[in-house]
Structure formats: C-alpha cells, structure tokens
C-alpha cells in the first residue's frame, strides 16, 4: 500500500515538489509611457467628438451621456466633461514632457472654443453637427450663429471651460490666437455680466441693466408663497451648486495668469456681494438665490425661500478662501455669528437642514409630490433635504486663519514638482495598467444612468476613470526614482 502525509510527499513518495511561480516583474516607466499613450490615443480616436468628450460611455461606444443622452456628435461642458479631461491631457504633458499630450490638450481646447456663445461663456453641451448647432449663438458662426445663447455658470460649467482655456494659453505662452481670444472674450464677458453688488446669476443671455438691481442688504420678506411661483430664477444671486464660489477663484487666478486687476478687483466685489447678502439677526447665514430685492427667493420647485444649511458652510469655505488669496480681514468677520447659528440650528443626529424657514428657523422638507412640509417622512430621493455638518472643520479652519494668515500671491506659471517613485505609486501605477484592454480603454461594470429601460450597458467607460487613471500614469511616468 502506498500512502504518505502531504508534508511526506517529496520524500515518501517520490511526488514532484511544488514550484513557486516567479513574480512578475515591476511595471517599468517606459511600460507605463506605452501604457498611457495607449489610453490616451483610444480616448482621441475613438471616444472624442473633434477634441470633445462626454460623461460615460458604453464599452462598446454606442450609447452615451453627459447629464442626460447624448448622440456621437455632441460633447459635454460640464465636469466630468470636456474640461476635465482637458485638464488631465495638460497634467500629462507637464508630468512626462511629451508634446504629444499637450497636442491633445489644445485639441480639446479648440472644442471649446468652438462652443464659445457669443454671450461669452458655455452652454452645457457643445453640438457638432452642422444642423443641430445653427440652434445656437456659437461665436464660431458668426452671421450664421443660431439664438440660443445663454451662458450657465452652474454646476461649474462655464467656470470650468474657462479655467482650462486659461490653464493652456498660459502654457502656451498666450501664443495661441483662437485660444487666447476665447479666454479673454469669456473674462471679460463675465465682468461685464456681474451685478452692481458683486453677485453673479444662475445664467445670463444678455449683460444686467444696472437700473434694475439696486445695491441692498440681504433682508426677510413681509411673507412669500409656500407655494412654488412659475418665476424665471435665473437672473437670481445665486450661491447655489457653488455658482458664485466657482467664479470668484476662477477670477482670482485669471488675476495672476493676465496679471489684470481688474479680475482680483471683480473677486473682491463678489466678496463684499458675500458680506452684503448674508441674512440679519435672528438667521446670519445666507439663502441659496436671492431677487433683486435682496430676499431670498424660490428658484425650482424644490428650493424654496429659506435660509440654507447646505450652502452657508460653502459660502464660509469662500470666505475664508478669499482672506487667504486677498489679506482682506473683512471676509472673515461674518463668519463666527453664522457658525453660532448653524450650530445651535444642527438636528438631533448632528446634520443640518437644507432649508430653514425664514425667521422661525423651523427645517423644511417636501413631500414626493412636492408639498412644502415641516417633516422628513415622505422625501423625494433626488436632492439632499439634509446635508452633513462641517462645522467643526470649518471652525477649526476659521482659527488657523486668525494664527497663520493670509498665503502669500501665487505667481507665474504654474511649477510642476515631480513625483517621487513610491512603492505606493508604482503599486498603484500597476494596478492601472493591469486593467487596460486590448483596445486602450479602461472599461468597468457600471450602467449609464439616462438610458431607457433595458438599455443600460453593464460594462461602461467613464471619463472620471480615465481622468483619475491619466492623472495618476503620468505621475508615475514622469516620477523621479
């Protein structure tokens, strides 16, 4: 009989031993570089409309979206769209040196550029077929341009094309005409869009009849409609979605990228507009959108007249930015009676209300029909009626303001600093790389979010993926051992 324990085997049995496999070896650099220009490459040729990209994709490219579908011809503005991956095409030339991803970047800004409105800023989407943009004003039409013409600062989306349109012109030395243009035309135009008291709207077609929105401190109305009003609330004062936060550091580093005051001075304007709008006694916080009455006024069917607990804290987070950027003091001086408010204003789980009713600071709610409430019992799912409390952080940043101070002005071009090769990053670089197809793309399970019934893919491409993947192969590529 023969037998043997398995600790035996070589020995009492003649079994084989067992062979470790030897590891593979570790992602090299120029591995990495082949890798990245693979990605990129794919997302060029395959994936981009002229220069432009969307949100998400199938893996197989035929259904997809930005904030709602989108066919072949069209690309999204807002982030995570265009800009975005703008931005990281930009990353990675100034991460490895090689001109062929900053060819790609000033591919992608002359997409937008040819999605400039002559309102001077973006629209959510750009149309690259030739019957669906003679709808809008693209400067780029001229005489042929269309009438939809509304440039949105909302959700970041004229902000953030300009801010990537700055970012190149920069690196290319202001060389680039169509660029350079396009930049200065879409700063300009929102200097020209800001209000008498240093506010900016939701959107803006046409620039604002100073006549019509007189300089005044944010009050209580003598009563407003519990319900919703069928009211334009676009030309509001709005902190909603971060709109005005967005366009006052975007102005702030237009200021040092064209050495311009008059950028740093429109900054400070919305500043003092910050001060000016925060609400009295018994409520120093601030309201989401704002008429030309200074009160506080309803924008959708779910955003109601109220003092908010989601934005103030956004608002406070400006504020304080702008004291680091400008040394101004007195962007700090609202903040220690709006944090003594919202704090003794938390719920009894430590969050805050989205909306607080004017002046008896009772939390608002709505019911899935849209009834205007003072319970959570019966939410709608799609926006947060309650948000996080970060008070206690920003408390702590409001102290360490006092103690260090404003930074110092940034100047000229921006420094890249190369990374380090951290066994961090080069696990993580390989991680990257190993999920990489045939093709070039980084497809991953997932489902696209505006597709009909049934029609959802289970595997998608998603340019937050490809942003992040790019951002971190090119640190990795360019790293220094």
């Known amino acids: 009989m023969r037998w043997c324990l398995f600790a035996w085997t070589v020995i ?52 997809r979206e930005g904030e709602g579908r989108a066919s072949k011809t069209t690309a999204w503005v807002q982030p995570p769209g265009t800009p975005s991956v703008g931005e990281a095409l ?5 991460n490895t040196g090689d001109r062929y991803y900053l060819d790609s970047a000033r591919e992608t800004a002359l ?10 800023g973006w629209d959510y989407r750009i149309e690259f077929a030739a ?27 004229t902000q953030s094309a300009l801010q990537f349109l700055m970012h190149i012109d920069q690196q290319l030395a202001f060389k680039h005409k169509q660029i350079h243009e396009a930049a200065v035309y879409a700063l300009r135009s929102l200097l020209r869009a800001q209000y008498p008291n240093g506010g900016w709207p939701q959107r803006f077609a046409e620039y604002p009849d100073p006549d019509k929105f007189p300089v005044r401190k944010a009050s209580y109305p003598d009563n407003w409609p519990p319900l919703h009003p069928d009211v334009d609330y676009r030309s509001y004062y709005t902190f909603n979605d971060n ?104 719920l009894p789980d430590g969050k805050l209300a989205r909306f607080y009713e004017l002046k008896t600071n009772r939390p608002l709610y709505f019911t899935r029909e849209y009834k205007l409430v003072y319970h959570d019992r019966d939410l709608p799912t799609h926006y947060g009626f309650q948000v996080s409390s970060k008070l206690d952080r920003i408390s702590q940043q409001y102290q360490q303001l006092l103690e260090r101070g404003p930074d110092k002005s940034p100047q000229g071009k921006p420094q890249v600093q190369r990374a380090r090769l951290t066994p961090s990053l080069q696990a993580a670089a390989e991680k990257v790389v190993a999920t990489l197809d045939d093709r070039g793309a980084w497809a991953e399970d997932g489902s696209l979010r505006y597709q009909a019934d049934g029609k959802s893919p289970s595997r998608i491409i998603s340019c937050t993926t490809f942003i992040s993947n790019v951002e971190l192969l090119s640190r990795f590529v360019g790293a220094r051992p």
């Not at 959708?300 to 004291?323: D, H, I, N």
């Open 243 to 346: 709109t005005i936060a967005d366009t006052i550091a975007l102005m702030l580093d237009a200021a040092v990228v064209y050495s311009e005051p008059a950028y740093r001075a429109a900054a400070i304007r919305a500043g003092d507009f910050i001060i000016l709008s925060q609400m009295p006694d018994p409520q120093p916080a601030w309201a989401q959108q704002y008429n030309n009455q200074g009160h506080p006024a309803w924008a959708r069917k779910f955003e109601p007249p109220a003092v908010t607990g989601g934005e103030s804290q956004g608002v406070m987070t400006t504020l304080m930015m702008l004291y680091r950027r400008t040394g101004e003091k007195k962007f700090l001086e609202p903040i220690p009676r709006a944090l003594a408010y919202l704090k003794a204003s938390r």
């Open 12 to 63: 009492a049995c003649g079994w084989p031993a067992p062979t470790t496999l030897p590891a593979a070896p570790p992602l090299t650099q120029q591995q990495g570089a082949e890798a990245l220009r693979r990605a990129v490459d794919f997302f060029r040729q395959q994936v981009s409309i002229e220069g432009g990209y969307l949100w998400s994709y199938s893996s197989d490219l035929s259904l």
């Open 111 to 120: 997409a937008l550029v040819t999605g400039q409105l002559k309102s001077g």
């Open 90 to 94: 930009l990353a990675a030339y100034r």
């Open 131 to 157: 019957g669906d943009r003679q709808r809008y004003a693209y400067r780029s039409l001229g005489e042929n341009a269309g009438s939809r013409n509304t440039t949105t600062l909302d959700d970041n989306t």
